[in-house]
């Protein structure tokens, strides 16, 4: 049985928002503009995510965990 080490599609992800905020916010990163430049994405972006209104990409993912230093499953799920 092999172990799954790659995220899901990132159509099938899910941000885990109060996770992600804790996180950020033990880093340093309080708004959504801080979060936003530390990932390399825009504000909009990160308030889109948060709110549900677009799903993470791949780039984001991968942005996010490199920024982070956290395994995929801290902060992303997958979604319904």
């Known amino acids: 049985m092999s172990t799954r080490t790659s995220p ?37 972006t990160i308030s889109r995510l948060r709110s549900g209104k677009i799903r993470p990409g791949g780039r984001f993912i991968a942005a996010t965990l490199a920024t982070l230093g956290v395994p995929f499953e801290t902060v992303f799920e997958r979604a319904a």
């Open 8 to 44: 899901p599609s990132a159509g099938a992800v899910a941000l885990r928002v109060e996770e992600f905020d804790r996180i950020t916010e033990r880093m340093g990163y309080s708004n959504d503009a801080e979060r936003a430049k530390a990932i390399g994405v825009s504000h909009t």
